[in-house]
């Protein structure tokens, strides 16, 4: 293989260890953690755990609320959490910055420098005793005033202990 079949993989690990395709990321721009409220919990009860996003200067992330016809809404998920049921209608936001957004010709609700959202999960009689690891997936999209990057699934979770034998009350 002469040089010229050499420049274009230079040219890219160039690019990837200068970070330019790096920032084209969304987790290279938007950071997630999660964490409950309590590291235990009792069947019956309502487990509470932050969502925090801490967003790069310059990038914002859209909220869960949008109009029909603006950009693509924030949603949580669970995909499986046996004895655990997130509570979608008591999940807890601060008001996002709505601003009109020509390119979708309406308000748009978002995000910047950080937001923490609680979500709340009914702890069912079903939760087994002991240690339990909750799944959590984020999708959301992440945008600068110059471009916005595809949606991007974030994948976090959370561990509780499942307390064995009480039953306590939904809160």
């Known amino acids: 293989m002469g040089v010229r079949g050499r420049i274009p993989g230079v040219a890219a690990a160039v690019l990837i260890s200068s970070g330019v395709l790096a920032a084209q990321l969304p987790s290279a721009v938007v950071h997630w953690s999660a964490k ?3 590291a235990s919990v009792i069947p019956g009860t309502t487990l509470k755990v932050a969502l925090t996003a801490t967003i ?18 924030m949603t949580i998920a669970v995909p499986s959490a046996p004895g655990f049921q997130m509570l979608v209608k008591r999940i807890e936001s601060p008001p996002p910055i709505v601003t009109r ?10 995000y910047e420098k950080e937001v923490t959202l609680t979500v709340p999960f009914a702890v ?3 939760a087994k005793p002991g240690k339990q690891t909750i799944p959590i997936e984020i999708t959301y999209q992440a945008c600068s005033n110059r471009i916005c990057l595809r949606p991007f699934t974030e994948k976090l979770s959370v561990e509780v202990s499942v307390a064995g034998g009480v039953k306590g009350k939904v809160q």
């Open 36 to 38: 409950p409220a309590t």
């Open 101 to 110: 957004d020509p390119t979708f010709q309406s308000d748009t609700h978002y």
């Open 56 to 73: 790069e200067s310059g990038w914002h992330i859209y909220a869960m609320t949008q109009p029909d016809n603006g950009p693509i809404p």
């Open 124 to 126: 069912r009689g079903a």
